[in-house]
């Protein structure tokens, strides 16, 4: 069936530095790949998505890259701030139906 | 705008007993989406509406759990007989349209014991 695989699991940088949290999916069709931020006793927010027909999306000091051939997509985070700190899940969805595939979340620190 | 609201936010069941999930969508929202997250894995997809129609149950663990939707609006998941390993945060989202952002509610712990 569909996979996400997510990674890392955890992840501890120093603040100002970069964060990069890699995905992989299993099903070619797959058109639409949002990120998700959860913060600790919140629910999963929209952080960023980008669809198939583009390489890469950035909004401010986040970036999204999409490799469609290699079926892999990767956040970046850049000057990593304490409030950066919480679980990140990467998704996939347009796999023959409309439900979004979940990868299985990575959890962030960044120490001040 | 209102959020998508969940009820109750936690609750406590002994295995064997009947629970029922509640879940309010963004209004207008046709889109409603049931998942599952056990401690320290994915966000699990369960089912999705469109409306009132269950378009994908593709995700549901057994014949244990029943969803509804009655009138395309709010939606209800009940587990009955409840088991173990059933517990776990369970989300509602809702979007507009698909492919497009989901609005997740601040789910229900739900513990089994």
């Known amino acids: 069936g569909e996979n996400v695989e997510q990674h890392p699991s955890t992840l501890s940088v120093q603040e100002g530095d970069s964060a990069v949290i890699k995905c992989t999916y299993s099903d070619s069709a797959s058109n639409y790949f949002p990120w998700y931020k959860q913060e600790l006793g919140k629910r999963p927010q929209l952080i960023i998505d980008i669809r198939s027909n583009v390489g890469e999306k950035k909004d401010q000091r986040i970036a999204v890259t999409l490799n469609k051939t290699a079926k892999h997509f990767s956040l970046h985070i850049t000057e990593t701030q304490p409030e950066d700190s919480a679980v990140y899940f990467c998704?996939?969805?347009?796999?023959?139906?409309?439900?979004?595939?979940f990868g299985a979340g990575t959890r962030l620190f960044v120490k001040a | 705008e209102a959020g998508v609201t969940q009820f109750p936010s936690h609750s406590v069941i002994e295995k064997g007993q009947t629970v029922t999930l509640r879940c309010d969508p963004i209004s207008g929202h046709d889109n409603l989406y049931w998942y599952r997250r056990v401690m320290g894995k994915e966000i699990k997809f369960l089912l999705h509406?469109?409306?009132?129609?269950?378009?994908?149950e593709s995700g549901m663990p057994n014949n244990r759990f029943l969803a509804e939707r009655t009138g395309g609006t709010y939606s209800t998941l009940k587990v009955q007989p409840a088991e173990l390993e059933d517990s776990g945060v369970y989300f509602c989202?809702?979007?507009?349209?698909?492919?497009?952002?989901?609005?997740f509610g601040q789910g229900t712990r739900l513990t089994v014991v």
């Open positions: 989202a809702s979007s507009p349209r698909v492919y497009t952002e989901a609005f």
């Open positions: 998704a996939a969805s347009g796999t023959g139906g409309f439900k979004t595939i």
């Open positions: 509406f469109v409306k009132e129609s269950k378009q994908d």
